[in-house]
């Protein structure tokens, strides 16, 4: 049993956290926002008033929280410094690899170790303790942290060095928007010539067009029980998080000079459709956009 400090308690981290505490380990979390201190509190887990006071006692400390920012002012030299010597820092935020690197170089100045390992699998997989987690760092930070992970995932997985797992995070986000932007003009095309929804739906998952967002997070309200779209596109992931992450495969490309015209497509797709107030909603919402059921600036 471990003493864990759990940072960001939204969608993704609430889950996750309750998955501790149902693993026996001792949780102690914090989060801006009381909605989600109090649903720690009653999975079992305690509520503390700020992040340093969740962290200084803490084995591990983990953070789920929106983005590259966040994390940076979070993990500041002074934070890092109140940790007990040799504290485990897992971050699963999906950030830049940039600032992964820069608080791994601070962890290790201090003596103490931190991994990122960013997550996929959404919000089912977070509350199922199924995710995917994608890891960069050390590895025998990696082998340390691998039995707390396994509280809350299924898969996981060694990308390589501090920021490996924030690269390989970021290409899979990239694919991820760009099948369910095509998945969802596929469903669309074939809604305007009379298909069922549902059926087409079935028809494409036996077939050759078979993907994720098909098989787990179908956008088409009604044909999937547990998908956002089924519940008016919320508590999933959402459209400014999947414009960040696009945004972040982006720069990647920038740097490195490689070419990424669909996912170039697919972040000018997201970033219009939350400057047309979509950007709280989940992102397979994406598909009312493509149909024109709900015009921007209308
Ligand atoms: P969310 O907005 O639901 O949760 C973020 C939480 O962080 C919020 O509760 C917010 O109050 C809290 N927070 C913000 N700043 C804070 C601070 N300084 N101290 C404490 N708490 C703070 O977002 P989410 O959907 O849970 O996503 C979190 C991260 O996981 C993001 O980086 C996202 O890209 C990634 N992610 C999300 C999904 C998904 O399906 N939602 C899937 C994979 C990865």
Known sequence: MANIAFIGLGNMGGPM???????????????????????LVSAGGKAAGSALEAAKEADVIISMLPSGKHVSEL??????????????????????????????????SKGCKMIDAPVSGGTGGAKAGTL??????KQEDFEKARPILKCMGQNIFYAGQSGAGQVAKICN???LAIHMIGTSEAIN?????????????????????????L???????????NSPASREYSGGFAVDLMAKDLGLAAEAGLETKTST????????????????GNGKIDFSSIIQFLNGELKVNN
Not at 90 to 97: E, L, R
Not at 194 to 209: A, F, N, T
């Open 17 to 39: 956290a309750a998955n501790l505490v149902q693993k026996n380990h001792n949780v102690f979390g914090f989060d801006l926002s009381d909605h989600a201190l109090k649903a």
């Open 75 to 108: 993990y500041s030299e002074e934070f890092i410094g109140c940790l007990k010597p040799n504290t485990l820092i897992i971050d699963s935020s999906t950030i830049d690899a940039v600032t992964a690197r820069s608080v791994a170089t601070i962890a290790a």
């Open 132 to 137: 995917t987690f994608i890891v960069g760092g």
């Open 173 to 175: 986000n990239m694919l």
């Open 189 to 213: 095309l074939g809604i305007r010539h009379g298909l069922d929804p549902k059926v087409l739906s079935e028809i494409m998952q036996k077939s050759s067009g078979k993907n994720w967002s």
């Open 215 to 225: 098989e787990v997070y179908n956008p088409y309200p009604g044909v999937m029980e």
């Open 261 to 276: 015209p669909l996912g170039n497509t697919a972040l000018n797709l997201y970033r219009m459709w939350s400057e047309a």
